[in-house]
């Protein structure tokens, strides 16, 4: 088979695709299909499971295509200024769900986002990375309509949409965990999953299919919760408000939900179970994007990488080809000295213009 030219960066000693056979990401090369699918196979939720993503499987047709990989975007990345990014071959055939391109935002003469581009894929997790004042929460903010982007392409499931307002972005299925939950401590868990989307029978509160839900999706979501729904959100642990913010997110109809550090001031515990969470989430198809500073967590669940460095995206790799030192310079230097380009020049990624830190001040 001949391989089609890599245009973009890989890891040192490492290829930015995997053959068939490889036990780490494929079955037999006859299990995958003869021509890449158009939409996320159903398998790709078995990319689920304890661990490392480079420990999981991905099984049947979900194999398919993985046998290289090809980079996508360069020629507009390259024009913008922006990262040129990876894309699984067979992946690179569905269609992201939710796909960002060249997004600039500025308030007043401090520009926030660069030619941002950034996107998110079903049952998968993105992991978005970046030191603060990167401008991760602006971009989160574009993504939600709560702050309009200045320009740059905005599309839903293939589709160009104008998202403009929180209430559009929530039409289309996109839920925002904020760190902070947003919960009310003084309602119960079923009042706060409901709380500005009551079910009613006639003229009152149906109660009960209120209720019946709450109960449901949480336990759809293998939620732990010790007592009963009625219970008070003041009386539940760290761990388990967030969970509740989370299964108030996937309630409706959702296709990608952003969670923003749903791990922080956790026990260990109860960061481990938002982390079986987050996997679940994926596992059922959403696009999950995870801001997060813990690189453990970031490793532990996400499929794929996306660092920014001063408002601008400087690299979007899988999670399997990068190790915790090259992200961590990826954030604090917006380049790393082991990532290399096709020509073995070290740095950045081709098409990257990275600013120093002295030379604009963080967003």
């Not at 993503?53 to 996508?72: F, I, K, Q, V, Y």
């Not at 104008?162 to 972005?169: F, G, K, M």
């Not at 299964?247 to 923003?260: H, M, Q, T």
């Not at 481990?272 to 995870?290: I, K, P």
Request: aromatic letters at 4%; a neutral charge.
């Amino acid at each position: 088979m001949s391989l089609p030219a890599l245009s973009g960066w890989f890891p040192r000693g490492r290829g930015g695709g995997r053959r068939a056979g490889d036990p780490a990401r494929t079955g037999s090369p006859a299990e995958a299909p003869t021509q890449a699918p158009t939409q996320a196979p159903a398998e790709v939720a078995a990319w689920a499971g304890a661990g490392p993503p480079a420990a999981r499987t991905a099984p049947g047709a979900a194999a398919a295509g993985w046998e290289t990989a090809r980079l996508t975007g360069q020629d507009r990345s390259a024009a913008l200024g922006g990262a040129a990014r990876w894309e699984p071959l067979g992946m690179s055939a569905v269609t992201p769900v939710l796909d960002l391109r060249g997004v600039h935002k500025s308030f007043g003469p401090v520009t926030v986002l660069h030619d941002v581009d950034f996107v998110a894929y079903p049952g998968e997790v993105t992991a978005l990375v970046g030191d603060n004042g990167a401008g991760k929460t602006t971009l989160v903010k574009c993504i939600a309509g709560i702050v309009r982007r200045d320009r740059g392409e905005y599309l839903f499931e293939g589709r160009p949409v104008r998202v403009d307002s929180p209430r559009e972005a929530t039409s289309l299925g996109i839920e925002v965990v904020h760190q902070d939950l947003a919960l009310c401590e003084n309602l119960d868990i079923v009042q706060n999953l409901f709380l500005g989307r009551e079910r009613r029978r006639g003229m009152v509160l149906d109660e009960a299919e209120m209720e019946e839900v709450a109960a449901d999706i949480l336990a759809g979501l293998s939620v732990r919760m010790t007592g009963s729904v009625r219970q008070p959100v003041w009386a539940l642990s760290g761990g388990q408000r967030q969970t509740v913010a989370i299964a108030r997110a996937v309630l409706g109809d959702s296709k990608v939900v952003i969670l923003d550090e749903p791990s922080s001031a956790l026990g260990v515990a109860q960061t481990r179970q938002v982390l079986e969470l987050v996997r679940r989430l994926a596992d059922r198809g959403l696009a999950v994007v995870l801001i997060s500073h813990n690189m453990n967590d970031v490793f532990a669940v996400s499929d794929r990488i996306a660092a920014l460095y001063l408002g601008r995206m400087v690299a979007q790799v899988r999670t399997a080809d990068v190790t915790h030192t090259q992200v961590v310079e990826l954030i604090t230097a917006g380049r790393s000295a082991t990532l290399e380009q096709p020509d073995g020049r070290p740095g950045a990624p081709l098409g990257a213009d990275v600013p120093s830190a002295a030379a604009e001040p963080p967003a």
